[in-house]
Nanobody
Framework: QVQLVESGGGLVQAGGSLSLSCAASGRTFSGYGVGWFRQAPGKEREFVAAITWITRNTYYADSVKGRFTISRDSAKNTVYLQMNSLKPEDTAVYYC??????????????????WGQGTQVTVSS
């Protein structure tokens, strides 16, 4: 099992930027994809972005495409989510998770097993 810890959340004005980090401990991400999801109050958890570990293919939800960038640092065993041009509708708890492998679907919640505790992102208008 991989322990994941998110950091970097906070309060920012609309149009601002935040950078989230997802650090793994216990075991590494090696060979597995990593995804970012978010959950707003009263809403279901939704896919934000994902990256495959070896080929670095990236996937984004339409709502964040062009504004968010996912990347990874294998030496630090960390995945990042750079969020620019933030909007109030981006307000949510953001979670990172390790993909289970064996599937090319990186957008479904049930394709991920190990999850972090989440970090709050609040965008004020």
């Amino acid at each position: 099992q991989v322990q994941l810890v998110e950091s970097g959340g906070g309060l920012v004005q609309a149009g601002g930027s935040l950078s989230l980090s997802c650090a793994a401990s216990g075991r590494t991400f090696s060979g597995y994809g990593v995804g970012w999801f978010r959950q707003a109050p009263g809403k279901e958890r939704e896919f934000v972005a994902a990256i495959t570990w070896i080929t670095r293919n990236t996937y984004y939800a339409d709502s964040v495409k062009g504004r968010f960038t996912i990347s990874r640092d294998s030496a630090k065993n960390t995945v990042y989510l750079q969020m620019n041009s933030l909007k109030p509708e981006d307000t949510a708890v953001y979670y990172c998770a390790k993909h289970t492998g064996g599937s090319v679907d990186y957008t479904a919640v049930n394709k991920y097993d190990d999850w972090g505790q989440g970090t709050q992102v609040t965008v004020s208008s």
